[in-house]
């Protein structure tokens, strides 16, 4: 179970995850420190490691959206979150499956910060309402990737196996 330390509307764009004025910043190691830096409470908990890893951030439609930027997905794997969301945006999406970061799609989804949620392979339970939601399932190829760590450790297995 992961508690909701997040929960937003639609339309969080990149900018807002991963702000452009730290685009000079694009090692994965020094990226954390700049998640959601204009929500200034939010990032000093993050930084001052106030969440156990798998914790959720939850946001509406089109998260992601904006740039193609993929420190935005960078910054959030940095510290181990979820990000479960009713709908997220193409290169969002595709940006957090190459770095793996996990991401779930739940068109239905209603849940508040300090909600806590279980996702199951095809649900996410909010287990503070009661309510399950139905989750869109990726294709199994993206889902692997994802599952791996993302498109080097998939890689990386895949021809570890054949040697």
């Keep these: 179970m992961s ?12 900018d807002d995850i991963y702000p452009g004025r730290f685009m000079a910043t694009v090692l994965p190691s020094e990226t954390p420190q700049f998640a ?9 908990q993050l930084k001052a490691k106030a969440f156990p890893a798998g914790s959720v951030i ?18 959030l794997k940095g510290y181990d979150v979820v990000v ?3 709908s997220i945006a193409r290169i969002f999406l595709q940006n957090s499956i190459n770095l793996g970061l996990k991401v779930v ?7 508040a910060e300090g909600d806590d949620l279980e996702i199951t392979a095809d649900q996410v ?8 939601f139905d989750q869109v ?17 998939y890689t990386r297995a895949r021809l570890m196996a054949r040697a």
């Design 125 to 132: 339970l909010n287990r503070t309402s009661g309510r399950a």
């Design 84 to 86: 479960v969301a009713r």
């Design 3 to 14: 508690k909701v330390i997040l929960a937003l509307g639609n339309d969080i764009s990149t």
């Design 105 to 111: 799609i739940c068109p239905g989804l209603e849940a």
């Design 36 to 44: 959601f830096f204009d929500r200034t409470e939010f990032n000093a």
């Design 58 to 75: 939850v946001g509406g439609e089109n998260f992601g959206c904006g740039s193609s930027r993929e420190q935005a997905c960078s910054t």
């Design 137 to 153: 399932q990726l294709p199994a190829a993206r889902k692997g990737i994802m599952d791996a760590g993302g498109l080097i450790p």
